[in-house]
């Protein structure tokens, strides 16, 4: 269950923006060859892969001679160029993954799950929240429909880098990544432009109904607070 979507902006401007509908897409291209300056926040060198293949899980030959596995620094990833062209908005998601309930003596782990990780702080100094997450998600497929073009939304899903081997599956293409970035727990919207530029905003609309003022990661932390039936909180 998704109760909330977050977006973190590194320009207040750009949160105003999106407080009117402005949904600001890059091609997975982008994101693949897009280099951060401290560690992997938004550029993901493997974003747009197909497959996955452990050094030891590889057999590979050059000229009639076999390279040893234990040779090979890297997994093997195999791109697609088709998703590598489609545009995505990514947002952070408050979901219920990884608990299937919530008791009084689990509500603070919970709440710790639904918080921005401060891993994610460093995506910028600024977040608005959607506080509707049904409603935000119709006003997208509305618009995707309304243009006439391919589009698919939903939560990206991460595999163990360490022990995946093989081909990803196609209906998860573009909602897969290594569980390297789970902490992001994002949600996308990924649609098929087949056209140029590389950048695109897709507006859906104003959505100031169904966000907040926008705040500092921080802050929205410091906000948040889980109730359950039976009174207790977190």
């Known amino acids: 269950m998704i109760y909330a979507f977050v977006k973190i902006f590194t320009e207040e401007s750009h949160a105003e923006a999106f407080r009117k509908g402005d949904l600001f897409m890059k091609t997975i291209r982008m994101f693949k060859e897009h280099k951060d300056e401290s560690g992997e926040l938004r550029g993901d060198p493997m974003e747009g892969a197909v497959a996955w293949y452990p050094p030891d899980k590889i057999k590979l030959e050059i000229n009639g001679q076999e390279v040893a596995g234990s040779e ?130 897709m507006n859906i609309g104003d959505l100031s109904d169904i966000t907040t003022e926008v705040i500092t990661p921080d802050e929205f932390n410091r906000q948040l607070e889980i109730t359950l039936p039976d009174g207790s909180s977190a």
């Open 72 to 201: 090979i620094s890297a997994p093997i990833a195999i791109h697609s160029n088709e998703l590598l062209e489609k545009n995505a908005f990514c947002i952070y998601s408050l979901d219920s993954r990884g608990h299937e309930s919530v008791s009084a003596e689990t509500i603070k782990d919970f709440k710790r799950t639904l918080e921005i990780h401060e891993a994610c702080y460093g995506l910028g100094a600024y977040c608005v929240a959607v506080l509707n997450v049904q409603e935000f998600i119709n006003r997208c497929q509305e618009k995707v429909k309304s243009l006439n073009i391919d589009g698919t939304l939903g939560l990206v899903d991460y595999f163990d880098e360490l022990t995946f081997n093989g081909t990803l599956p196609k209906e998860m293409h573009g909602f897969q990544k290594r569980s390297f970035f789970s902490h992001q727990r994002e949600y996308r919207v990924l649609v098929d432009l087949r056209r140029e530029p590389d950048i695109y905003t």
